[in-house]
């Protein structure tokens, strides 16, 4: 009986390409087709009648809806119209915990963070209110009993329709993702073949958050025992610090995160009401975006895995495109992909604004969860740490090593190094882009975009 379930995270991601195609062909018209291809995915996977409503739920989170258990569809053509995905993003699905109850198997996901899933009513309890989505569960559990919703089917509606503009913006960590031979360049018409208006690099933004925070750094640094927590970039580690670390919290970057950025100040230049959807290797960046104080810079959010799902459900091969190649970025800002880019980049704009400085950023790179607590441990109890600026990342070797990248962290560092180094642009201070932007909203200097009082309540977390 187990067995059946075995793989899951693989179906679940054939399910969305099913929905993909259907829902792109208009083939999903009433909610009759949703239940025809709930039973065609039975059929697919040899399951049962008595797993009917495990696969509903299945589909309802790739629609980015709820699951609602053992319940006919209904309604879901009408809740994904209103194109607004809620919390919680990591959800639970009844069904495949039972068997594995029933063979004695001792469930094995634990939380990332070390707080225990427990099993209720045949079914994980995610305690929301300490969940930091960090989908570290969903990539662990192999039986399909926990997953994050998709938000691609609602955007579809609005891909087409072309009054509407989308923007992708893109985390830096997305370079070699597609395949050895797709470029970034090749990665933007395909996005545009599927109805975006542009990709735009999150690289950008994170340059102008550099120079941000190395202002804030020698702001904020004065004496040998001043530090500067960092990165604004990871929610994980964000709200790691925030939920349990509430007593360094005043020393945490107060700014947005480059995807947050990318939102609010594209919204800002374009005044025909654009949709943004930032494409990362991440699940935490869906929870980001649905915050309160964040809420409406970012519309969707996709990930590597779901966009590389989208692509072969939409026959589009990346590799025979024509590349449409535009430099965005520093070394630094698309550095910001991999453990330590932060710090490199924040240095290199503070040796800059002060080459005199007597107290130097002296930085500690701490990524995954046991460095990133262990390090929050020692700055809590007083311990010198040896560092005045503590960048932290919750995966394993920063964004390239995400729970939903389609390549290895090694090979992801790799092609994020080497594309860095293909810039034009050697530090974030070098970037005109950013100027360009600046004097959109009429900033006509650096120092201006730190004091300006409108940049300042767009870069602003809270």
Same mark, same amino acid.
């Given at each position: 009986m187990v067995e059946k379930y075995k793989d899951f995270d693989k179906k679940r991601m054939d399910i969305f390409q099913e929905l993909i195609k259907a829902f792109w062909n208009e083939k999903i018209k009433?909610?009759?087709?949703?239940?025809?291809?709930?039973?065609?995915?039975?059929?697919?996977?040899?399951?049962?009648?008595?797993?009917?409503?495990?696969?509903?739920?299945?589909?309802?989170?790739?629609?980015?809806?709820?699951?609602?258990?053992?319940?006919?569809?209904?309604?879901?053509?009408?809740?994904?119209?209103?194109?607004?995905?809620?919390?919680?993003?990591?959800?639970?699905?009844?069904?495949?915990?039972?068997?594995?109850n029933e063979h004695g198997d001792k469930c094995v996901i634990e939380c990332k963070y070390e707080d225990p899933i427990y099993r209720r009513n045949d079914k994980p309890l995610i305690v929301n209110n300490k969940c930091l989505s960090c989908g570290y569960c969903v990539s662990q559990c192999d039986f399909g009993a926990i997953a994050d919703k998709v938000e691609f089917i609602p955007l579809i509606d609005i891909l087409k329709d072309e009054k509407t503009p989308v923007y992708a913006?893109?985390?830096?960590?997305?370079?070699?993702?597609?395949?050895?031979?797709?470029?970034?360049?090749?990665?933007?018409?395909?996005?545009?073949?599927?109805?975006?208006?542009?990709?735009?690099?999150?690289?950008?933004?994170?340059?102008?958050?550099?120079?941000?925070?190395?202002?804030?750094?020698?702001?904020?640094?004065?004496?040998e025992e001043d530090f500067f927590l960092t990165s604004c970039c990871c929610p994980v580690w964000f709200n790691m610090v925030k939920k349990n670390y509430p007593d360094l919290y005043n020393k945490m970057s107060p700014s $947005?995160?480059?995807?947050?950025?990318?939102?609010?100040?594209?919204?800002?230049?374009?005044?025909?009401?654009?949709?943004?959807?930032?494409?990362?290797?991440?699940?935490?960046?869906?929870?980001?975006?649905?915050?309160?104080y964040l809420e409406g810079a970012i519309d969707f959010v996709l990930n590597f895995r779901e966009l590389k799902e989208i692509f072969e459900a939409l026959k589009i091969n990346l590799e025979e495109l024509q590349p449409?190649?535009?430099?965005?970025?520093?070394?630094?800002?698309?550095?910001?992909?991999?453990?330590?880019?932060?710090?490199?980049?924040?240095?290199?704009?503070?040796?800059?604004?002060?080459?005199?400085?007597?107290?130097?950023?002296?930085?500690?790179? $701490?990524?995954?969860?046991?460095?990133?607590?262990?390090?929050?441990?020692?700055?809590?109890?007083?311990?010198?740490?040896?560092?005045?600026?503590?960048?932290?990342?919750?995966?394993?070797?920063?964004?390239?090593?995400?729970?939903?990248?389609?390549?290895?962290?090694?090979?992801?560092?790799?092609?994020?190094?080497?594309?860095?180094?293909?810039?034009?642009?050697?530090?974030?201070?070098?970037?005109?882009?950013i100027n360009k932007i600046l004097r959109s909203f009429n900033i006509f200097s650096l120092e201006d975009m730190v004091e300006d009082k409108k940049m300042i309540e767009i870069l602003k977390r809270e």
């Open positions: 009433v909610a009759s087709d949703l239940e025809d291809l709930a039973y065609y995915i039975k059929d697919k996977y040899q399951l049962e009648d008595t797993d009917i409503p495990f696969i509903r739920d299945h589909i309802r989170v790739a629609m980015g809806l709820n699951p609602k258990g053992d319940v006919k569809f209904d309604t879901e053509l009408k809740e994904i119209k209103s194109e607004k995905i809620t919390h919680p993003i990591v959800t639970n699905i009844e069904g495949p915990c039972k068997f594995c913006t893109i985390a830096p960590a997305a370079v070699g993702q597609f395949g050895n031979k797709v470029s970034m360049g090749q990665l933007r018409t395909a996005l545009k073949l599927i109805g975006f208006k542009d990709m735009i690099e999150v690289a950008l933004f994170a340059d102008m958050l550099t120079i941000k925070e190395a202002f804030e750094f020698n702001k904020l640094v004065k004496t $947005v995160s480059p995807a947050v950025a990318s939102g609010r100040i594209l919204k800002k230049l374009y005044k025909e009401d654009p949709k943004v959807v930032f494409i990362a290797p991440c699940i935490a960046k869906k929870a980001e975006a649905k915050e309160p449409d190649d535009v430099d965005q970025a520093s070394l630094g800002g698309r550095l910001y992909a991999r453990t330590g880019g932060v710090s490199f980049s924040v240095k290199t704009v503070v040796n800059r604004l002060e080459p005199t400085r007597v107290i130097k950023l002296k930085s500690i790179k $701490v990524n995954g969860v046991k460095e990133c607590k262990a390090v929050l441990e020692d700055l809590r109890n007083g311990k010198d740490i040896d560092a005045n600026f503590i960048e932290g990342m919750g995966c394993i070797g920063g964004c390239v090593g995400g729970p939903r990248t389609n390549i290895d962290v090694d090979t992801g560092t790799k092609n994020v190094n080497d594309f860095g180094e293909e810039s034009f642009i050697l530090t974030p201070f070098d970037n005109k882009n």
